[in-house]
């Protein structure tokens, strides 16, 4: 078979490494599309590098921009790219603007597509990501979903039949990496910034915690009230809000950094003291690594992580405050992200649908 996985944003990059590594293991062609949301080196090109995942086949080179341009910039370029290789599935991942434009292109020229982390949801319409998820999940023949909670949404909204439990490939990832790094003796990612183990690694970046000055500046201030010092990875859609908005990013506990490599972020992730963030990705990986997770969010799709008690949500100063002080959570041998091989399920469930 010929799978073609389109991924434009830093996730998805993490996302595609195991997929691209089940997709050779398994004999099939690989096609790799990247829409160049991402374009800066160390939120793109540094995963490919580390990673191990082969250069993309096609680039779009789109960039940022609005909504619908950016999305519409996708659609231009897809039909062509989608009649030049002609795939006999369409991989799509997550829930970006680059998912969506990737999925609806390829419907609209029937090309199969599989969606993976299909079924998340927050209900929380005021997210992108959320009507990305819902209209990819509606478009795309097959869901592959991360958890049995997606399994259910899913259901909820008639796509049962469709739908295949994969498990979570960022699992697959962040195994791989936890144990390598585990081995390595080379200096810690933070040294000369932060003692290992007495600091909480921050991410900021959605929009709902950025694009609102009183809102960005709660978090803000709240991160430099914090009892241990907070190295937050900037991502530039943070660092630009906040000049934007006149917000210094460092003040108090708050030392501010550029983003790190993915294994250069696990190893600090692993000896931080916590994790205060707003990404999926981190917030998943903090409890897998058994680190307790503060996520400033009003609602998560990764439920799990919070009824365990390794992730805690956390809005006003206060409660982030609390949050990063609490008692560290009960031990778990818990596993509902999966055993670490989702992607060559995700890929079986691909020839199963597909394959002829
Ligand atoms: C996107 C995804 C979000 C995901 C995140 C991962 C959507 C709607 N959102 O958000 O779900 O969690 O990626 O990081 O698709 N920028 C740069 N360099 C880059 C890319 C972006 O400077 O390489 C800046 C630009 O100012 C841009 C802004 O970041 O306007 C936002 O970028 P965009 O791709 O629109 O969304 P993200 O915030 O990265």
Redesign the pocket.
């Known amino acids: 078979m010929r799978i073609m996985s389109v991924v434009g944003?830093?996730?998805q990059f993490v996302k595609l490494a195991p997929i691209a590594k089940a997709v050779v293991d398994a004999s099939h062609e690989h096609v790799i599309v990247h829409t160049g949301?991402?374009?800066?080196p160390m939120?793109?090109d540094v995963f490919f590098r580390d990673l191990d995942i082969p250069a993309p086949d096609a680039h779009l080179g789109v960039g940022?921009?609005s909504?619908g341009v950016?999305t519409g910039a996708i659609l231009a370029q897809m039909d062509e790219v989608l009649e030049r290789f002609r795939p006999d599935t369409v991989l799509v991942y997550?829930?970006?603007?680059?998912t969506l434009a990737a999925a609806l292109s390829a419907t609209k020229l029937h090309f199969p597509v599989a969606h993976l982390e299909a079924g998340l949801r927050s209900f929380n319409r005021d997210m992108?990501?959320e009507h990305?998820r819902v209209l990819t999940d509606h478009a795309a023949d097959l869901c592959l979903a991360p958890t049995q909670v997606a399994m259910g949404h899913l259901a909820a909204e008639g796509l049962a039949a469709r739908s295949v439990l994969v498990g979570d490939v960022m699992t697959d990832v962040l195994y791989q990496v936890r144990d390598a790094v585990a081995q390595r003796n080379g200096p810690h990612p933070l040294v000369g910034e932060a003692e290992p183990g007495n600091y909480y690694l921050a991410t900021i970046?959605?929009?709902e915690n950025t694009d609102a000055p009183d809102r960005l500046r709660q978090i803000v201030d709240a991160l430099a009230a914090a009892d241990r010092p907070v190295i937050l990875l900037a991502?530039?859609?943070v660092r630009?809000k906040a000049a934007e908005h006149g917000i210094s990013l460092d003040a108090g506990a708050l030392q501010t950094r550029d983003p790190l490599p993915y294994p250069e972020l696990i190893a600090a992730a692993r000896t931080s003291a916590g994790i205060v963030t707003d990404?999926?990705g981190l917030q998943k990986e903090a409890f897998l690594l058994r680190v307790p997770g503060t996520t400033v969010r009003r609602e998560t799709e990764w439920v799990e992580t919070v009824e365990l008690g390794w992730n805690v949500l956390a809005n006003t100063a206060e409660e982030i405050a609390a949050a990063l002080t609490r008692t560290p959570p009960a031990p778990t041998n818990a596993s509902p992200y999966g055993d670490g091989h989702a992607a060559a399920r995700a890929v079986g469930a691909i020839e199963d649908a597909f394959g002829r």
Not at 37 to 40: N, P, S, V
Not at 94 to 98: L, Q
Request: glycine share 10%; proline share 10%; no cysteine.
């Open positions: 944003a830093r996730p949301q991402h374009y800066d939120l793109s940022s921009g909504h950016q997550g829930d970006t603007n680059s992108p990501e990305n970046h959605r929009a991502h530039p859609r630009a990404s999926g």
